[in-house]
T-cell receptor, first 111, second 115 residues
Framework: TQLLEQSPQFLSIQEGENLTVYCNSSSVFSSLQWYRQEPGEGPVLLVTVVTGGEVKKLKRLTFQFGDARKDSSLHITAAQTGDTGLYLCAPYSGGYQKVTFGTGTKLQVIP | GAVVSQHPSRVICKSGTSVKIECRSLDFQATTMFWYRQFPKKSLMLMATSNEGSKATYEQGVEKDKFLINHASLTLSTLTVTSAHPEDSSFYIC???????????FGSGTRLTVV
């Protein structure tokens, strides 16, 4: 089992602040995905990073895949209350393989 | 877009009874679906892989006789929690991968409370 450790586990910040959350492993991944889960809902796919060193932007969210493809980070600029949720990373190798999620980062953005 | 529908969204049952949760792929076929369990403020824990027309594959530590999975059609998988007890109370979520999506689509989850 590929264990993905996410940090921090919990994060509470004021609206407008910036933040970064991390997803780390000792394993190399062909690609890695980030999901966001809002309370009482299922996770929603945000992005897939594939190439080592790749940076993808989704509005105020910036995702980076480590050069060695073992880790990833998510940076949120000027956080909004709508960013509140549980952020999950997961390795993805394509196909219909099972997905094992990281430990998760619970983000709370306070107005 | 592809939608996975899960029903019911909430259920309360008495200890000792069984509860069935349905997971449907609404506009795509899914030969494989996944069932997860989630405790408060925790990540999703994979329980089993549901395979259309064959037996489910359970993760280590998941009781197959407690959590019965049936995937009788290409659009429906069911999870039955048998002889439920309060410790089975949790948030259960299913997922499937639409062919055109490079990733998984999740249902909205089922909040099970056993009293």
């Amino acid at each position: 089992t590929q264990l993905l450790e996410q940090s921090p586990q919990f994060l509470s910040i004021q609206e407008g602040e910036n933040l970064t959350v991390y997803c780390n492993s000792s394993s190399v991944f062909s690609s890695l995905q980030w999901y966001r889960q809002e309370p009482g809902e299922g996770p929603v796919l945000l992005v897939t990073v594939v190439t080592g060193g790749e940076v993808k932007k989704l509005k105020r969210l910036t995702f980076q895949f480590g050069d060695a493809r073992k880790d990833s980070s998510l940076h949120i600029t000027a956080a909004q209350t709508g960013d509140t949720g549980l952020y999950l990373c997961a390795p993805y190798s394509g196909g219909y393989q099972k997905v094992t999620f990281g430990t998760g980062t619970k983000l709370q953005v306070i107005p | 877009g592809a939608v996975v529908s899960q029903h019911p969204s909430r259920v309360i049952c008495k200890s000792g009874t069984s509860v069935k949760i349905e997971c449907r792929s609404l506009d795509f076929q899914a030969t494989t679906m996944f069932w997860y369990r989630q405790f408060p403020k925790k990540s999703l824990m994979l329980m089993a892989t549901s395979n259309e027309g064959s037996k489910a594959t359970y993760e280590q530590g998941v009781e197959k006789d407690k959590f019965l999975i049936n995937h009788a059609s290409l659009t429906l998988s069911t999870l039955t929690v048998t002889s439920a007890h309060p410790e089975d109370s949790s948030f259960y979520i299913c997922s499937a991968r639409p062919r055109e999506v490079w990733g998984y689509t999740f249902g909205s989850g089922t909040r099970l409370t056993v009293v």
